[in-house]
């Protein structure tokens, strides 16, 4: 297993489209993360699964995010219809538990020009 | 809610001197988890060290200790004997949805 992916890396993308993140989390793993954080700041809870279960999204900055997790594997998070304001890194993250270590990803820097 | 707040937006520490960087939490959970994370330049974010709520005692990982006072919701991270490779930003994280804290950047000097 080589730990949490996410992808792409990068995203470039005009405003007012729609992008989708993919993360696939360490796979014995059955909570997923996902954050947004901004240069120097701390990473921003957006929601949070356990399996396939969204166990918390009102902390998902507007109706323009979504997020799945289907059969409780890979997940997703899509931004519709973008705003400049949406540029950031997205971090995903993965543990066995709340009581464990969760393991990152690289994250995907989103710039919406 | 959690809530999750550092004070120190940056510290700074001469090398193979200790440092102690400060963290305090709200959460409405009883049972709950803590956790230190560190973020090197442009790489991804690292577990330094966790702590378990109902412990009383303070969570121990080589130079990385914790000063854990519950009834005052405060974690602290005390880092001794500084080394170079720890200047990174350091990341306080509490409870079930593993909110975090604003983070405090760590300069070791030489």
């Known amino acids: 297993d080589t730990g949490v992916s996410q992808d792409p890396r990068h995203k470039i993308t005009k405003r007012g489209q729609n992008v989708t993140f993919r993360c696939d989390p360490i796979?014995?793993?059955?909570?997923l993360y996902w954050y947004r954080q901004t240069l120097g700041q701390g990473p921003e809870f957006l929601t949070y699964?356990?399996?396939?279960?969204?166990?918390?999204k009102s902390r998902l900055l507007s109706d323009r995010f979504s997020a799945e997790r289907p059969k409780g594997s890979f997940s997703t998070l899509e931004i519709q219809r973008t705003e400049q304001g949406d540029s950031a890194m997205y971090l995903c993250a993965s543990s066995n538990s709340e009581d464990t270590e969760a393991f990152f990803g690289q994250g995907t820097r989103l710039t919406v020009v | 809610a959690q809530t999750v707040t550092q004070s120190q937006p940056e510290m700074s520490v001469q090398e193979a001197e200790t440092v102690t960087l400060s963290c305090t939490y709200d959460?409405?959970?009883?049972?709950?988890?803590l956790f230190w994370y560190k973020q090197p330049p442009s790489r991804q974010m690292i577990l330094v060290i966790r702590?378990?709520?109902?412990?009383?005692q303070n969570a121990t990982e080589n130079r990385f200790s914790v000063n854990f006072q519950k009834a005052a919701k405060s974690f602290s991270l005390k880092i001794s004997d500084s080394q170079l490779g720890d200047a990174a930003m350091y990341f306080c994280?509490?409870?079930?949805?593993?909110?975090f804290g604003g983070g405090t950047r760590l300069m070791v000097k030489p």
């Open positions: 994280a509490a409870g079930n949805m593993l909110t």
């Open positions: 702590q378990e709520a109902y412990k009383q």
């Open positions: 699964f356990q399996n396939e279960a969204q166990l918390e």
């Open positions: 796979s014995e793993h059955n909570r």
């Open positions: 959460t409405s959970e009883s049972d709950y988890y």
